[in-house]
């Protein structure tokens, strides 16, 4: 499905336009790069080149979104 039809523009599934699906599939393989770099490795090795182009196309939603966020836990006073 990511190589599409011929003449199919862009990394994603729907070519130059990310959809669901694709974001679904870059938090996958996220996860699997986090655990297993061997893994994740194969993953990207996988036909030609496809899977790695979403991924990497991906990367700005993966690294860029969000801050870090610090929650106060308040002392148990229930004794």
Known sequence: MLKGMEGKEGPFLEGKKPG?????????????????????????????????????ACLPWLEGQGGDKEWVIPPDTSS
């Open 20 to 56: 669901y699906a694709d974001l679904f599939l870059a938090c996958q393989l996220a996860f699997i790069e986090r655990f297993d770099k061997e893994l994740f490795g194969k993953f990207l090795d996988l036909g030609d080149g496809e899977i790695a182009a979403l991924y990497h």
